[in-house]
């Protein structure tokens, strides 16, 4: 049986909707973000960042949540236009577009959330971040508007991309992304996405509904 390595709330979740998505079973382990267990040799034999998710599968270990989208598309043939067909190169990008989202949330997650005195936080870096999110959103909501999908049909770009709009919309208000909030209504009547859900664990990052960006 497949192991996920994941963390409740985290991009591991990406993972294991696509698994649902595929119809393939796999058990869970779960981590923490903050005890310290991701530096332990144990996890980085696993991955070697110390990051959330790996995934042990077909008897090896894979770790980039990328990755593992692209070799579960490609090894089960599915979820994904096929290498060297036309729409490869938008499934491509946006596989890696949301990676450049995800990253600008992780480092609000950082400054919101984790860091501790609150004197550490950087406002002017905060300030950068949220603006540096909303174009993506913007580029986002252009790509949505008059389609269901980030492709033609639903694919595995939409577990990497759907992933990251419930953290999008704690930074960046709603109201102003019409097409991404029916997007996310479309991801969230997806029965592999409920089940997936079911099965994750929660969210154990937020607290809050809305992070305002204060001066302090
Ligand atoms: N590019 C990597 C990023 C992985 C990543 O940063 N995961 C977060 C959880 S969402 C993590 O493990 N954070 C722990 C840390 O930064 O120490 C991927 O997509 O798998």
Redesign the pocket.
Known sequence: MSVLHH?PG??SLRVLWLLEELGEPVDLRIWS?TDGS?RSPEFRALSPA????ALEIDGRVI????AIVEYLTETRGRLAPAPGSAERADFLEWLHFA?TQ?NIL?SLNIHHIFLRPESARSVPLMRLDTKRLAVTMQALEAHLTGRNWILRDFSAADCMLAFNIDAMFRFVRAEGFPAIAAYRARVQARPAYQRALERAGGDTIYTQEFYELTDG
């Open positions: 963390v985290s991009r973000l991701l110390g990051r959330i998710p770790f980039e949540s990328g990676e995800a992780q």
